[in-house]
Antibody, heavy 120, light 106 residues
Framework: EVQLLESGGALVQPGGSLRLSCAAS????????MSWVRQAPGKGLEWVSF????????HYADSVKGRFTVSRDNSKNTLFLQMSTLRAEDTAIYYC?????????????WGQGTLVTVSS | DIQMTQSPSSLSASVGDRVTITCRAS??????LNWYQQKPGEAPKLLIY???SLQSGVPSRFSGSGSGTQFTLTISSLQPEDFATYYC?????????FGQGTILEI
């Protein structure tokens, strides 16, 4: 059974940093790209970042480019999102998601999310 | 960046109704269009990928169609568990943009 478990969400002050983790199980982690998606309170889904299975390719939403860094440790089946220079508008539930095969790149499994609150 | 626009933003319907939600892309995305369902307090769930392929376990009352810039999600006969928010997502570019969502209400 595929499972994705996010952790690391917290209350952080504006300008601060935070690292989110997503522990994966139930599939060959290194074979699949992964993404982060966030959802501000009461708002819609916003794609945040993408990383290929071998970490060769990464992509970011304009809203986080230069502030967030996605990475993964395939030996530990774990995905990360390093967030810095956090702003109030980064407040959201952050989901990690498994990307299907390149020919049909939907997000077929999602974690339960971890809440990041940016506030003084 | 590719922009995704859904319509309507909200929709009221009854059990048994046939409903259609539309998603428009700002440029051609071929058939790289996915649909998700999200219920309050839950993570999104993939319903349809690549425009019309039903994800495993999703009831056949859900269907998708379209190509290029115009896509639709159809629910043939609404069930009580279908009342939720629906999002389209383009997967043509690696900036996997979502639409703003359509709230389907009773």
């Amino acid at each position: 059974e595929v499972q994705l478990l996010e952790s690391g969400g917290a209350l952080v002050q504006p300008g601060g940093s935070l690292r989110l983790s997503c522990a994966a199980s139930g599939f060959t982690f290194s074979n699949y790209a992964m993404s982060w998606v966030r959802q501000a309170p009461g708002k819609g889904l916003e794609w945040v970042s993408f990383i290929s299975g071998g970490s060769v390719s990464t992509h970011y939403a304009d809203s986080v480019k230069g502030r967030f860094t996605v990475s993964r440790d395939n030996s530990k089946n774990t995905l990360f999102l390093q967030m810095s220079t956090l702003r109030a508008e980064d407040t959201a539930i952050y989901y990690c998601a498994k990307v299907m095969v390149p020919a049909a790149p939907g997000f077929d499994y999602w974690g339960q999310g971890t809440l990041v609150t940016v506030s003084s | 960046d590719i922009q995704m626009t859904q319509s309507p933003s909200s929709l009221s319907a009854s059990v048994g109704d046939r409903v259609t939600i539309t998603c428009r892309a700002s440029q051609s995305i071929s058939s790289y269009l996915n649909w998700y369902q999200q219920k309050p307090g839950e993570a999104p769930k993939l319903l349809i990928y690549a425009t019309s392929s039903l994800q495993s376990g999703v009831p056949s009352r859900f269907s998708g169609s379209g190509s290029g810039t115009q896509f639709t999600l159809t629910i043939s006969s609404l069930q009580p568990e279908d009342f939720a928010t629906y999002y389209c997502q383009q997967a043509y570019s690696p900036e996997y943009t979502f639409g703003q969502g359509t709230i389907l209400e009773i």
